[in-house]
């Protein structure tokens, strides 16, 4: 199959990259009104995150901010530190790593990975085993490209016993951006999930891997009720040059969706 033919094939409430709290300001222009008004030292840590340094105090200001403000002034803090990408910042980042606000610790680990620390896959670990399904859901949307494989192990636990149902899709589409032994079977877990969106996103990633021990897990999800899960299940096999494969989306020519036998058709070159 042509790479240019592979596309995800949505369903309706899928989940979507959100407006992530590090951007949050800059998406809403001012925070929640939950944390009182927008005051001058709300404005002033955005205006060092959007335009960057104006001073030599901005950074001691955000620091402090960081560690005595408001929830809101430590939200904006930690984002400001991240985009200026100051060096010094990072021992007072890593303190507030145990911020009790989801908020700031999910930008937190967004600023400390823009400093790109020796450790910095530890610090993404840190996020991905947060206590609070935001911090776990945003950090998979910082993951780099491809997915460093040390984390597999815990964005694999996130697939499987995750409460929430957008942290075990954003789970599957970090393996799906991850590359090496044990992915696969990785993202097998999510192939029986209750949660229609989230087979739709594993067999999505089964194709992107393009791994070969996927092949049995795809073929399994031939038989899936959701039309999407099929259509997906059948262009990932068609990734794989294995006669097999090919065999099992021969046989999806007859499925009771048009959108997945027009799938299949365009892989086996039927008319």
Same mark, same amino acid.
């Given at each position: 199959m042509h790479p240019d033919r592979f596309r995800f094939f949505p369903t309706a409430g899928l989940f979507s990259v959100m407006c992530?709290?590090?951007?949050?300001?800059?998406?809403?222009?001012?925070? *929640?009104?939950?944390? *009182?008004?927008w005051t001058a030292n709300h404005?002033?840590?955005?205006?060092?995150?959007?335009?960057?340094?104006?001073?030599?105090?901005?950074? !001691?200001?955000?620091?402090?901010?960081?560690?005595?403000?408001?929830?809101?002034? /430590?939200?904006?803090?930690?984002?400001?530190l991240g985009e200026i990408e100051h060096a010094g910042a990072e021992p007072k980042l890593r303190e507030?790593?145990?911020?009790?606000?989801?908020?700031? /610790?999910?930008?937190?680990?967004?600023?400390?990975?823009?400093?790109? !620390?020796?450790?910095w896959v530890d610090i993404?670990?840190? *996020?991905?085993?947060? /206590?609070?399904?935001?911090?776990?859901?945003s950090t998979l949307s910082q993951l780099p490209e491809p997915t460093p494989l040390a984390l597999v192990e815990?964005?694999?636990g996130l697939l499987n016993d995750s409460d929430d149902e957008t942290v075990r899709i954003g789970a599957a589409d970090a393996l799906g951006a991850? /590359?090496?032994d044990?992915?696969?079977?990785?993202?097998?877990r999510g192939a029986t999930d209750l949660a229609k969106d989230v087979r739709v996103h594993v067999a999505f990633a089964l194709g992107k891997i393009e791994d070969s021990a996927a092949i049995p897990v795809l073929v399994t999800l031939l038989t899936d009720e959701q039309w999407e899960v099929r259509a997906n299940a059948v262009q990932a096999l068609g990734k794989y040059e294995d006669p097999g494969a090919l065999e099992a989306v021969r046989g999806m020519l007859e499925d009771s969706s048009e959108s997945v036998r027009t799938v299949a058709a365009s892989i086996v070159g039927a008319g």
């Amino acid at each position: 199959m042509h790479p240019d033919r592979f596309r995800f094939f949505p369903t309706a409430g899928l989940f979507s990259v959100m407006c992530l709290s590090l951007a949050v300001v800059g998406c809403s222009g001012k925070p *929640g009104s939950g944390d *009182g008004e927008w005051t001058a030292n709300h404005e002033r840590l955005q205006t060092i995150a959007d335009h960057g340094l104006a001073g030599e105090d901005d950074v !001691p200001f955000a620091l402090e901010r960081l560690e005595n403000g408001s929830v809101t002034e /430590r939200v904006l803090a930690a984002w400001a530190l991240g985009e200026i990408e100051h060096a010094g910042a990072e021992p007072k980042l890593r303190e507030a790593l145990e911020d009790p606000d989801a908020n700031v /610790r999910s930008n937190v680990v967004g600023a400390l990975v823009k400093l790109e !620390p020796g450790d910095w896959v530890d610090i993404l670990a840190t *996020g991905l085993s947060d /206590r609070d399904s935001f911090v776990q859901q945003s950090t998979l949307s910082q993951l780099p490209e491809p997915t460093p494989l040390a984390l597999v192990e815990s964005i694999s636990g996130l697939l499987n016993d995750s409460d929430d149902e957008t942290v075990r899709i954003g789970a599957a589409d970090a393996l799906g951006a991850a /590359r090496g032994d044990g992915v696969a079977e990785a993202l097998a877990r999510g192939a029986t999930d209750l949660a229609k969106d989230v087979r739709v996103h594993v067999a999505f990633a089964l194709g992107k891997i393009e791994d070969s021990a996927a092949i049995p897990v795809l073929v399994t999800l031939l038989t899936d009720e959701q039309w999407e899960v099929r259509a997906n299940a059948v262009q990932a096999l068609g990734k794989y040059e294995d006669p097999g494969a090919l065999e099992a989306v021969r046989g999806m020519l007859e499925d009771s969706s048009e959108s997945v036998r027009t799938v299949a058709a365009s892989i086996v070159g039927a008319g």
